[in-house]
């Protein structure tokens, strides 16, 4: 079900991402506040820097998925234009710590690492964005996971 219902967000998206005039990146400092839908699902927040030399953004992500885990993710994210094309490529390493509902009912803390990347465009105050979470988790037990949604953030400021 899941599945489905992304492939139909996925289609009534693309004709606003062929008619867009996407700009190739949000200026220096600008913040976005939106959500994902996927797996996980939560509450996106973005924020770019104004430090060149630096990560371009920093992606916060509060979020619950479907196994009974609440968690929050932080992710430095380096992002790109892809040449001659309206979309951006982004990347970049991250951490988590969550609650995960155990088989018998009791919590355990989750603490892990992230990488984040995926692809993104930009209509003017809006950003869409596909990507893709590789999650490993160390703690309380070492274990991959895989997430990744779609998710669509405003962006606050003049631009």
């Avoid at 809006?126 to 490993?136: A, G, I, K």
Wanted: aromatic fraction near 12%.
């Amino acid at each position: 079900m899941r599945r489905v219902l992304t492939a139909l967000l996925l289609t009534s998206l693309l004709p606003l991402i062929a008619q867009a005039q996407s700009y190739s990146h949000t200026p220096p400092g600008h913040t976005g506040l939106g959500g994902m839908i996927g797996n996980p699902s939560g509450l996106s927040l973005k924020v770019y820097g104004t430090d060149p030399a630096s990560f371009t953004a920093y992606d916060f992500l509060l979020a619950y998925d479907l196994d009974r885990f609440f968690f929050f993710s932080l992710h430095g994210l380096y992002e790109r234009p892809l040449p001659d094309s309206p979309l951006n490529y982004f990347l970049g390493p991250g951490a988590l710590l969550g609650v995960r509902e155990g088989s018998s009912h009791a919590n355990e803390m989750v603490l892990g690492l992230s990488a984040n990347l995926g692809i993104n465009f930009f209509t003017e105050r809006f950003e869409v964005f596909l990507q893709v979470t590789p999650r490993l988790h160390l703690i309380p037990e070492t274990e991959g996971d895989i997430g990744g949604g779609i998710g669509l953030r405003y962006y606050f400021g003049s631009q």
